[in-house]
């Protein structure tokens, strides 16, 4: 399979990437990645997931982390807390910084993201073809309790960070993704691709809204290419984050079988849990869903490679029975 496509939103989906990239070395691999997590900041233009992938896969990430870059300093933070300016909660770093200048300047100049994002990736040279699910502007927020009594509506990010998503979330809203577009490339790329992937994102403020820009899905559903996903999901928790409270927000049980429904058989053709979720693998397959159970905690390298390598041979399965 020399073109894979694969969704991918940050943490989890970049160092899937890191062991696909390793996994088949030979193959032109175009990452979708999510930009509803995207925020304006000091007057920056700020991407998370798809910085998080290009760093990750460029050798520049905080490996601890999984997020930032590596040999960090805060000193613009710090000065600008000093003014009492906001919002601290947001850890961006000084070499961090520099990105967001770049990028915030070139779109002030009239350069669409995915060229921003083009130009940006020279310099880290991730070894996969990077575009943003759009061009157009799309933010996630997330509907909760007010405090008084009522709903309001706030980013994701405050959600996410700022809360820790420990207040209910009785909403996901993808704001702008109705009246967006695929950014050039992203239909073209699946197309013409051999295999779809799904990495263990978030289903929901991840690939989820990469799902929800008009023509997204069913250009995947209609491409005649096997789809495979990988579950976030083990044992009933979410490997990494609180994807299970925002699971709870679309009424979707945290397990492997029950996000695999989320997505649905007309959009996955197959799908991996991990070997505690064996048990799974026979309700998901009653669902028109192919399923194998394999390790799936990225412990390291190697053991991502072999999840990599385990998707691609499902999808092997899935074109050739």
């Known amino acids: 399979m020399r073109r894979i496509v694969a969704l991918s939103g940050g943490i989890g989906g970049a160092r899937f990437l890191r062991g696909l990239r390793r996994a088949a070395p030979e193959a032109d691999i175009t990452v979708i990645g999510n930009t509803g997590d995207d925020i304006h900041l000091f007057g920056l233009?700020?991407?998370?997931?798809?910085?998080?992938?290009?760093?990750?896969?460029?050798?520049?990430?905080?490996?601890?982390?999984?997020?930032g870059r590596a040999g960090e300093t805060f000193a613009v933070k710090e000065e600008l807390a000093a003014y009492g300016v906001g919002p601290e909660w947001?850890?961006?770093?000084?070499?961090?910084?520099?990105?967001?200048?770049?990028?915030?300047?070139?779109?002030?100049?009239?350069?669409?993201?995915?060229?921003?994002t083009e130009a940006l990736c020279r310099r880290w040279e991730p070894g996969v073809r990077l575009l943003p699910m759009t061009d157009?502007?799309?933010?996630?927020?997330?509907?909760?309790?007010?405090?008084?009594?009522?709903?309001?509506?706030?980013?994701?990010?405050?959600y996410?960070?700022?809360?820790?998503?420990?207040?209910?979330?009785?909403?996901?809203?993808?704001?702008?993704?109705?009246?967006?577009?695929?950014?050039?490339g992203v239909l073209e790329a699946i197309g013409a691709a051999d295999v779809v992937l799904f990495p263990p994102s978030n289903p929901v403020v991840s690939i989820g809204t990469i799902l929800a820009v008009?023509?997204?899905?069913?250009?995947?559903?209609?491409?005649?290419?096997?789809?495979?996903?990988?579950?976030?999901v083990i044992g009933g928790a979410p490997v990494r984050g609180m994807a299970d409270k925002v699971l709870a927000a679309v009424g979707v049980e945290p397990t492997a079988a029950a996000v695999a429904r989320h997505y649905g058989s007309g959009?996955?053709?197959?799908?991996?849990?991990?070997t505690v979720d064996a048990d799974a693998v026979g309700a998901v397959e009653e669902d028109g869903i192919r399923c194998r159970a394999v390790p799936l905690l990225m412990t390291d390298l190697d053991a991502t490679t072999e999840m990599a390598r385990a998707a691609l041979a499902l999808a092997g399965e899935v074109v050739n029975p």
């Open 267 to 274: 959009l996955l053709d197959g799908w991996l849990v991990d």
């Open 136 to 158: 157009d502007r799309v933010e996630t927020h997330v509907l909760t309790d007010d405090g008084d009594g009522g709903r309001k509506a706030i980013h994701f990010q405050e």
């Open 90 to 116: 947001f850890g961006l770093g000084d070499r961090d910084f520099a990105t967001h200048i770049v990028r915030t300047q070139m779109l002030a100049a009239g350069y669409p993201l995915s060229a921003v």
């Open 214 to 232: 008009p023509g997204m899905r069913e250009a995947i559903a209609d491409a005649g290419v096997p789809v495979v996903g990988l579950s976030p």
């Open 45 to 67: 233009k700020v991407c998370p997931d798809l910085d998080t992938v290009m760093y990750t896969l460029g050798g520049g990430i905080h490996e601890e982390q999984g997020w």
């Open 160 to 184: 996410w960070v700022r809360l820790r998503a420990e207040v209910p979330a009785h909403a996901i809203v993808p704001v702008g993704a109705e009246q967006a577009k695929p950014a050039p």
